[in-house]
């Protein structure tokens, strides 16, 4: 959602937009990159950055980002990586992260992995100089703005907000009283859940798991005696149950035109009880659902 509210904003255009598809674990199609890159280039075009995942906020797959980065290196492109949900886990599992650090610039949540309160965010630039230039007036406008040439930069300080709150210092403080260890083995115990949520899931014949779990997101439907569009609706009421009963709160997610449930591990206080209710919670939302 953030990619084309960007595309707007900048002025491109959203037919500039070019979405590129996924492989069987939804990660990004390197090969299907590779061609749009090229037919662009072909008509005349000129292709200006590629927008890679490190964690999807549906199933948690992570691009092939050293595939990436290497033909964005080729071919001359900033490459930005959507880590909004996911790529803070590369602080528990690096080994799925690697080529992480060619990215151009990396957006982060806070308040996502990181257990801070909601809209502390990060956009990180392997090139610090880049969002400085961004943001500054260059030239003769900006000597005849002041003669001062520091107050040249900086117009937003980096940022499209003027007022807005002091965001950074909750970051601050948490890694400094808890330290990164804490944060790590936080992350590492939400990976474990949804590991758990897997394997509970594929012991339960009612139900079928929809995607790998890579990261912390776990998709999932009811499946006995229905498929289809009936499977859809089924599960769609099945969700509205389980959070009526208050006991444990899904979300859901659409993948390749089924609705899924989706359970997603981001907080430091969840248990190994909380996990093991959510198979028992949807089988009983779906027996009331049929009456018996």
């Not at 590629?50 to 992570?62: D, E, L, P, R």
């Not at 528990?92 to 690697?98: G, L, R």
Request: hydrophobic share 50%; charged share 20%.
């Amino acid at each position: 959602m953030s990619i084309p509210k960007a595309v707007a904003l900048l002025g491109l255009g959203r037919q500039n937009l070019r979405l590129i598809g996924t492989d069987a674990e939804w990660r990004m199609d390197t090969a299907a990159l590779r061609r749009a890159i090229a037919a662009d280039r072909a008509a005349g075009r000129t292709p200006l950055a590629v927008v890679a995942s490190g964690g999807t906020v549906n199933t948690g797959a992570i691009d092939p980002l050293a595939e990436i980065a290497a033909l964005c290196q080729a071919e001359q492109l900033w490459l930005h990586v959507d880590g909004a949900y996911g790529a803070l886990a590369a602080l528990a599992i690096p080994e799925c992260f690697s080529a992480l650090n060619q990215a151009d610039s990396l957006s982060l949540d806070a308040h996502k992995w990181l257990y801070q309160p909601l809209d502390c965010g990060l956009l990180l630039f392997r090139d610090a100089s880049a969002a400085r230039s961004a943001f500054s007036f260059t030239g003769d406008y900006a000597r005849s703005l002041s003669a001062d040439p520091l107050e040249a930069f900086a117009f937003f300080e980096e940022s499209l907000e003027l007022s807005r709150r002091f965001r950074a210092l909750k970051l601050w403080l948490s890694l400094r009283y808890h330290g990164l260890a804490a944060f790590r083995g936080a992350i590492r115990a939400d990976l474990q859940h949804a590991q758990t949520l897997a394997q509970h899931i594929a012991g339960t014949p009612q139900l079928q798991l929809l995607a790998p779990v890579p990261l912390s997101a776990v998709c999932f439907r009811y499946v006995e005696g229905v498929s289809g569009a009936p499977a859809d609706q089924l599960n769609a009421a099945i969700l509205r149950r389980v959070i009526e009963r208050g006991r444990v709160y899904l979300s859901n997610a659409t993948l390749r035109g089924q609705f899924a449930l989706r359970a997603c591990f981001v907080n430091h206080r969840t248990t190994e009880p909380d996990v093991a209710a959510i198979v028992p919670e949807v089988l009983a939302a779906a027996r009331e659902l049929s009456g018996s």
